[in-house]
């Protein structure tokens, strides 16, 4: 038995057919445009944020004074072993002294990011750590505000301690570690010793003209 087909009913349903694609389509348009106007309003934001924080890592790596130019506009890309490296470089009346760089190791959670400043003589002026997730209570000691650790390598450099010497004591170096979390400052000390290696290499690219 057949249902009588009521007026209008099947071009009803083949109006509403049609209708449901287009309003897909434009319900993903709208989406769409909300996603990037949201991405674009919080991009500046966002990236305004990052500079004001790196610009405060950056004064907690240097001496007061030490460098009187804009670290962060004044940068240089120098081949590192990894890829390219950032490079801040420092003056002083108009000469280079000093260069501001990020390195990173595994660590034993992950990452262990860090930035650090060298002068031209490749002494170490201070070490912060950008990122970690280390163990809260142990491996999160090479965070400034959790323990001091970190501005002991403040005035090392390649020929003090010497490079063999360059690990934490427990492998026969000059380095602290932490009861517990021996795996966290190794991955420190070698990106810092890392980071001395690259300096050295790279000396005369990234002070330019200076002997």
């Known amino acids: 038995m057949s249902v009588p087909e009521t007026p209008g009913g099947i071009a009803a349903i083949r109006e509403r057919l ?3 694609p287009v309003l897909l389509a434009v319900s993903a348009l709208l989406a769409g445009a909300a996603l990037t106007w949201a991405h674009g309003a919080t991009k500046a934001p966002i990236a305004a944020a990052e500079a004001t924080d ?8 240097m001496p007061e004074g030490f460098a009187d130019n804009d670290l962060l506009a004044d940068v240089v890309e120098v081949d590192g072993a990894r890829g390219p490296v950032r490079v801040h470089v420092a ?4 000469a280079t002294v000093g260069a501001v760089f990020r390195m990173a190791e595994r660590g034993y959670a992950g990452e262990v990011a860090l930035l650090m400043a060298v002068d031209a003589d490749g002494r170490v002026l201070g070490v912060r750590v950008l990122k970690h997730a280390e163990t809260p209570g ?6 400034r ?3 001091p650790w970190i501005d002991g390598f403040a005035g090392k450099s390649l020929a003090e301690p010497v490079p063999a010497q360059w690990a934490v004591k427990k492998d026969g170096g000059v380095f602290d570690a932490f ?3 021996t795996i966290t400052p190794r991955a420190v000390v070698k990106a810092v010793r890392s980071g001395l290696e690259f300096f050295s290499a790279q000396r005369a690219e990234i002070l330019g003209d200076r002997t």
């Open 18 to 20: 049609g209708y449901q």
């Open 145 to 147: 505000a959790k323990s």
């Open 138 to 143: 142990l491996g999160d000691k090479i965070d």
């Open 91 to 94: 003056r002083r009346a108009g």
């Open 54 to 61: 790196l610009r405060n890592t950056l004064a907690q790596v």
């Open 179 to 181: 009861a517990g979390a």
